[in-house]
């Protein structure tokens, strides 16, 4: 989906269309009528505290204003953008409107939470493109919101092909289209490389996908070790064997952050906790769009030396609610070395369940703390 959540309020507030919109940040205010019956909005200037964009508008992008950003920081970006709480319940709606539009059509779908999710088109043989403008049509029927398709072999250049062309994209990367289309595009727009990794392969003179495709293996190894070279180089080549697995497969939901910067859990405690607190979000909220609760809450760290760790905690009762999962990620915390900087932090929830089998449980956390490693 195009800029999901921030779509979902223009539906809402029509007159900020064409606007610089950053959705996101705590205790921020719904808009409210003035003396005059007119709404007024907050701006991100105005805003004070330790919260982080959710998403933002594609003008307040082309500012460079980005997920995971804190507030403060987009202020100084886009200090006239207009500031708008995130409302979760509205867009599990949507995100459930969108995903039964196209199940109607293609069944065959892998849920990668609220805004996004791979389809197998194979059963429909020769006219895969057919297919995904119908796709697109129902989608916009069903919601009033646009949605951008990368049809492609697999799901690796899938993502990237759905990434050339948005808003409102439809792009096909065939085999044939690697080297003319793919190559030339950043090395970062491979779907797991990272600000740091792109930084470091610029350093060896790699900047594009063609560049990491001709790249020695043996450099690549040497600099990033054996496995993530590997699939450094079988990512720049468009190889990925991964299938399209469906919802009832699902084992677990996750989401992560690759940082621009290096983050150290003492020195840049206050920016680390308020992305934390957005990863929590964010898979609450994927995990009640899924109608499921779980188990086991982990969290994912990966260090400047590339090393990742993890660190799991199993509850007495499943849960999907973002306060419920901050605070059984800071027990996952508790356990993990804290004294060295991190390029990577993600959260996952599994061991999962359909909410209609799981019980009720009133008050699973009764206390959590906002604090990144208190």
């Given amino acids: 989906m195009d800029a999901f959540y921030a779509s979902v309020e223009l539906l809402r507030y029509p007159r900020l269309r064409g606007q610089p919109v950053v959705i996101g940040g705590r205790r921020v205010e719904a808009?409210?009528?003035?003396?005059?019956?007119?709404?007024?909005?907050?701006?991100?200037?105005?805003?004070?505290?330790?919260?982080?964009?959710?998403?933002?508008?594609?003008?307040?992008?082309?500012?460079?204003?980005?997920?995971?950003?804190?507030?403060?920081?987009?202020?100084?970006?886009?200090?006239?953008?207009?500031?708008?709480?995130a409302d979760f319940t509205a867009y599990r709606?949507?995100?459930?409107?969108?995903?039964?539009?196209?199940?109607?059509?293609?069944?065959?779908?892998?849920?990668?939470?609220?805004?996004?999710?791979y389809i197998d088109l194979t059963a429909f043989g020769t006219e895969p493109a057919r297919i995904a403008r119908r796709i697109k049509e129902a989608v916009h029927s069903a919601t009033g919101l646009s949605c951008s398709i990368g049809l492609a072999p697999n799901k690796l250049l899938a993502k990237i092909a759905s990434e050339l062309d948005k808003p409102d994209g439809l792009t096909v990367v065939?085999?044939?289209?690697?080297?003319?289309?793919?190559?030339?595009?950043?090395?970062?727009?491979?779907?797991?490389?990272?600000?740091?990794?792109?930084?470091?392969?610029?350093?060896?003179?790699?900047?594009?996908?063609?560049?990491?495709?001709?790249?020695?293996?043996?450099?690549?190894?040497?600099?990033?070790?054996?496995?993530?070279?590997?699939?450094?180089?079988?990512?720049?080549?468009?190889?990925?064997?991964?299938?399209?697995?469906?919802?009832?497969?699902?084992?677990?939901?996750?989401?992560?952050?690759?940082?621009?910067?290096?983050?150290?859990?003492?020195?840049?405690?206050?920016?680390?906790?308020g992305i934390l607190v957005a990863l929590c979000d964010r898979v609450a909220a994927d995990l009640q769009a899924l109608g499921l609760r779980g188990r086991t809450v982990g969290i994912k760290l990966r260090y400047e030396d590339f090393r990742t760790l993890t660190r799991d905690h199993t509850l007495r009762e499943p849960l999907n609610d973002a306060a419920g999962l901050l605070a059984a990620s800071r027990e996952c915390l508790r356990r993990a070395p804290l004294d060295?900087?991190?390029?990577?932090?993600?959260?996952?929830?599994?061991?999962?369940?359909?909410?209609?089998?799981?019980?009720?449980?009133?008050?699973?956390?009764?206390?959590?703390?906002?604090?990144f490693n208190d």
């Fill in 31 to 85: 808009p409210v009528a003035g003396d005059d019956g007119a709404l007024q909005f907050a701006r991100v200037r105005d805003y004070r505290g330790r919260g982080v964009v959710t998403t933002a508008t594609y003008e307040a992008r082309a500012l460079g204003v980005h997920s995971g950003m804190g507030l403060m920081t987009a202020g100084r970006l886009a200090p006239d953008a207009f500031l708008l709480p």
């Fill in 93 to 117: 709606d949507y995100s459930a409107r969108f995903k039964r539009a196209v199940a109607a059509i293609a069944p065959q779908i892998e849920d990668r939470g609220i805004d996004e999710i």
């Fill in 174 to 273: 065939a085999p044939a289209d690697l080297v003319a289309r793919v190559w030339p595009l950043a090395a970062a727009k491979i779907n797991g490389v990272g600000p740091k990794s792109a930084r470091r392969l610029e350093s060896l003179g790699i900047h594009t996908i063609g560049d990491l495709a001709r790249a020695d293996l043996g450099l690549l190894q040497a600099h990033f070790g054996r496995n993530y070279a590997a699939w450094l180089h079988a990512a720049a080549h468009g190889r990925d064997e991964r299938p399209v697995v469906t919802q009832a497969e699902r084992k677990s939901v996750s989401r992560e952050t690759t940082f621009e910067r290096d983050l150290h859990p003492r020195q840049d405690r206050a920016e680390l906790t």
């Fill in 340 to 371: 060295r900087p991190l390029r990577l932090l993600g959260v996952r929830v599994s061991a999962l369940h359909p909410v209609a089998d799981v019980a009720e449980d009133p008050a699973p956390w009764t206390q959590h703390q906002l604090s």
